[in-house]
């Protein structure tokens, strides 16, 4: 459909949270890969967990997508990847497949996945563990340059997921609005106001992009992006 091809799900990873910042901030990120089928419903996947509630998971964030393609582009940017951040699961993704990016998936695209059916919702900002997953001090912020930030998707029919289900796009609800798109003007232009006015109306995004969006035009300003992007100093 829209020469999106169908793709296979490679991989299916789940994760506890754990002590990860340096105060003990939880995190799920280093999650696993399984073998055998999970239950895809609303809040995710049976036995994935997140560290944040607040800023993780949830229906809007039910599932995280990151192409594993993006991994041969940093392998050749980072100037020394640790062994675990080679591959794929070192985002903290769910999802890993060949074939789909920002640049070919959009807004709102409702895709099939075994007995599950499921929408994206938006694309992630990354955030300071990532800092600490890489061991790179700024790794948050070369995520959000690159644009190679993968997304998410809330659940619009539960079912069973596994290693080898394919991927296959059954509507597209959002064409003109590549995830790739939403990305340049959330962070290279952000403060273009056309954009940003058909942003805030794009009914299949989030609400909290939306209202993201809506709150940079009533302000005329960019929100900080420090305490997202910046690792926790320790604290004594």
Known sequence: MNGVPATELRELRIGCARAFGPNGEPSAIDKQAVATPLWLGPSGLAGDEQ?????HGGPEKALHHYPAEHYAAWLLELPQPAPSCQQPGAFGENVSTLGLTE?????????????ATVQVSQARQPCWKLNLRFGQIDMAARVQRSGR???YYRVLKSGTVAPGDIFTLI??????WPLARVLHFFYVEPLEHA???AIAELSELSPSWRKLAAHRLASNQVESWLGRLTTPTTRM
């Open 51 to 55: 560290g944040d509630p607040r800023h």
């Open 195 to 197: 954009a940003l006015e």
């Open 149 to 151: 930030t993968g997304w």
């Open 103 to 115: 640049a070919s998936v959009c807004v709102g695209d409702v895709f099939r996945i075994g007995g």
């Open 171 to 176: 509507e597209r609800r959002c064409p003109d």
